[in-house]
């Protein structure tokens, strides 16, 4: 479904029901009282659009694990996400509930038949992980769950997701998601006001591991090489230059393609990765290198993360703008360059002790938070990008290609 419309219907639509559904939970407590909750028996996640934030969330359901062992864990997602949840292996697979959004009617007929599957199963607690939308919200409203954690925006201005959390966590905006999330998944036993404050998350994570099975790294290089023999015996560097569905966090293309034109003549080969529908601008930066044969079009040829995390381990490094890749390349060794502005690595980095993020900090940098809905308010002249050169990229790119470890470059067979 078109993101201005999903935010169409997430304001008005959205905003009278989840104020509607805070006065019935406010009426409700006011009738039945409030009691300390018993240990929950049956957890549900939701965390319905975010990718790359799935990555940053699996601390979360460590903490969960460790503090509710006896629980079973659940999970709400939209489906397109479910391959990285899988990946993941947080929840069981019988344990989740897949929405699907290709259209209105499709969302709608998912949404009716998950809130029927939540109330069946009887959950006793629900963690909301959404930032930017209210449907979340909704959803633990309806969830019939005891216990209800989520992010509140307190006395800030900003996005009205009603209140119907019992275990109401201040959205903090400078703190990274991860340690967010954590906070989320404690809140469930904290008594301070407001809830999380006596969280207690650690500086760092380790990201999770992506885990290939015996054979599959070396079948999909062998027909990668097949595919396109131009890169046997060459390391190479792969790039993400779309923004995926918000163009606004895309760094110049005219500049990947600067970047790219310095690593060919460096002896690197460039692969220029993206969705099916990102070849077009995967032909533009081919283009902007003269077409040069060692620079190839892989845009739409991974069938799944999963592939995708294959051909990583084909590649020498990474350069991207911040999305799903960065995110995804912290499960493997790949050294990362990330671009941030829009949005901010001091929430959004990786945690990946081999990714580096240039990030310009403007006045207005960065304008995609949690109080505007991602609605930026910049025209399109994202400085915050422009301002990022390839004079600088370039010599941060050689660097990490230098103490890059060697990778499988030839076939075997």
């Known amino acids: 479904m078109h993101v201005q419309l999903q935010k169409f219907v997430d304001r008005w639509i959205g905003i009278p029901v989840c104020a509607v559904l805070s006065l019935w939970h406010a009426g409700t407590s006011l009738v039945l009282g409030r009691f300390p909750s018993p240990p929950p028996r049956r957890i549900l996640v939701i965390l319905l659009s975010e990718m790359g934030s799935l990555v940053l969330a699996e601390p979360m359901f460590r903490r969960l694990r460790e503090r509710h062992p006896s629980a079973e864990i659940h999970m709400m997602l939209f489906a397109r996400n479910r391959q990285v949840l899988d990946l993941l292996d947080v929840v069981k697979p019988d344990h989740v509930i897949s929405i699907r959004d290709n259209s ?6 998912d949404l009716w038949s998950a809130i029927w599957r939540m109330r069946a199963t009887r959950f006793d607690a629900v963690v909301d992980c959404e930032l930017f939308s209210r449907i979340s919200a909704i959803l633990s409203g309806l969830s019939g769950a005891r216990q209800r954690a989520g992010f509140h925006r307190w006395t800030q201005e900003g996005l009205y997701r009603g209140s119907m959390m019992t275990s109401a966590v201040p959205y903090n905006p400078y703190r990274h998601l991860t340690h967010q999330f954590v906070t989320l998944a404690d809140s469930l036993e ?3 006001v407001p809830c999380g404050k006596d969280s207690r998350v650690g500086d760092t994570f380790v990201p999770p591991q992506f885990k290939p099975e015996p054979g599959e790294v ?3 290089i062998e027909q990668l090489h097949r595919d396109h023999p131009s ?7 792969l790039m993400y230059p779309s923004g995926g569905l918000l163009s606004i966090r895309a760094w110049p293309l005219q500049y990947y393609a600067q970047v790219a034109k310095g690593l ?4 690197f080969a460039v692969g220029v990765i993206g969705m099916p529908e990102d070849r077009p601008l995967a032909e533009q930066l081919r283009s902007g290198c003269e077409n040069d044969p060692l620079c190839v079009n892989l845009a739409g040829a991974t069938r799944s993360v999963r592939h995708l995390l294959t051909l990583f381990s084909r590649a020498s490094l990474l350069i991207t703008n ?10 493997t060794p790949l050294p990362t360059i990330v671009f941030f502005g829009p949005e901010t690595p001091t929430l ?3 945690w990946s002790p081999h990714s580096h993020a240039f990030f310009t900090p403007l006045p207005c940098a960065p304008c995609l938070t949690a109080f505007n809905h991602r609605t930026s308010p910049c025209n399109g002249d994202n400085q915050c990008l422009k301002r990022i050169l390839p004079s600088e990229v370039l010599p941060v790119a050689r660097a990490m290609l ?3 470890k060697p990778v499988g470059m030839h076939t075997t067979g």
């Open 190 to 192: 904290s008594l301070t």
């Open 104 to 109: 209105p009617v499709v969302l709608a007929k």
């Open 218 to 220: 070396e079948r999909e």
């Open 322 to 331: 911040d999305g799903g890749p960065g995110q995804f390349a912290a499960m």
């Open 231 to 237: 890169l046997i015996g060459k390391p190479l560097v």
């Open 348 to 350: 959004y980095r990786s």
């Open 264 to 267: 060919l003549s460096d002896g």
């Open 402 to 404: 230098a103490t890059a």
